[in-house]
């Protein structure tokens, strides 16, 4: 049987207020203040579509063989490159092997579940123990003063599926319908979407297509309607619930459409919301997932064993955000306006991609050596034994630290370095098992860091040079605060 083994699912730590959106732009857009409501995820200034799917993969792929797995998809719409393939980068980075045939599937926020519905494709008909893995993610931009402002929210979220015994979604069918229907655009020099009137979208589309595949789905399986325990539909809740009553699906079973919490996240949004629904699915249940753009797509699962994340997973994700209230911050994080830098980042140089390619290991892979002789890892990869009581030459082997992890053994903040949330954090860290790097701090504050503070590797963008079309990436070091929020969880629970 064919479905899904495994989930992952990523969202920023920083949510971003819509009532500060509406403070700042409420004057030119008075419309919005019935979307001021809740929070958005937003991605931190070194995040894009690229660091999204890797975080969502390694979580999907822990504990897995990545041996196994064959295929690669990137389901995105705000990929950072249309010629250099995106999947690619994100094999290297997961460490997935060099043979593994990879697809970048975009065009459409309903790449997401397009990807995930030829992957099972694929694998049903593939030999035994064929893998697949499926990533989306995406980090849209709505115009300010827009609705999709208030509305656009970034995350991805990630599959493992496969065809053995260790299935624990199997699926039941999936259904397409394929229509050019005009809601939303976006041109390659866009940078926000344009989009159609929102009435005749909902009218028109979302309230006929959706219905017409959902039907198909459940008729070409041969399920009735009531047997649906759970609807994934990448619409409102109000409005999810209206289709679902029309098709004879209790409007009990549709998912949380995130909104409040996270906001329409693009090719990731049906993905997410599928996520949660299988992490609290009991097995026996029935659900049905469904996308919208460029017509609509629909799948069918039957749980066989519940799917819980083997990482954070959606709910402990959308539980540990952090408020993001500055406006202009956000902005800034989103390069939306021009802003003064500095001297010294106007002189960008340039990446050598031919040094790129011989050290792809150790930039993407965060590969470093470690000695056969006395086990001692080093970073970055040397020749030389770095123990004084060792010191033999050429006697290294591949040792990759992106899942290690480390500790902080020292840091500093420099207000000179160019940087959009200064001051710059950097420092160096020592890895459990042995090993030293000197690595940039992300996602936290100068006051949050403290010296023996456990840390975890994160893929992030280094740097974005936009003259020479670049986007540079490498691996940072992020504080472990899941102790923190499990003693708020505590407190919180023991003060009822």
Known sequence: MAG???????VPRLRLERAAVYKAMGWYSPFTASLARGQKSVAYYDEDSITMAVAAGLECLIGADRKKVDRLYLASTTLPYQERQNGALLSQALDLKDDIAAFDITGTVSSGLSALVDALDVVSSADRDSYALVCS????LGKPGSQQEHLFGDGGASFLVGNGDDV?????GTYSITADFPDRRRAPADRFDKTWEERW?????LSKLIPAVVNGLLDKAGIEPGQVDKLVMPVSSRLAGSLATRMGISSKSVQDDLVATIGDTGSAYSSMILCGALEKAKTGDKVVAVSFGSGAKAVLFEVKEPLASKGKGLSRSIAHGIALTDYQKYCTFREIGPRE???RAEAQPATAFSVLWRERKTVFGFYGTKCRKCGTPQFPPQRICANPECGVVDEMEPYRFAEKIAEVFTYTGDMLAVSPEPPQIYGIVDFEGGGRAWLDFTDCRLEDLRVGMPVRMTFRRKYNDPH????GYFWKAVPIIENAYKEK???EQAHG
Do not use: F, M, N, T
């Open 168 to 172: 624990k979604a199997e699926v039941k």
């Open 4 to 10: 899904i083994v495994s989930l992952g699912v990523y």
């Open 201 to 205: 979208i909902r009218d028109a589309g």
């Open 489 to 491: 969880e505590e407190e």
């Open 341 to 343: 830098v500095g001297i």
């Open 137 to 140: 993610s995406d980090c849209r």
């Open 468 to 471: 020479r079309s670049i986007s």
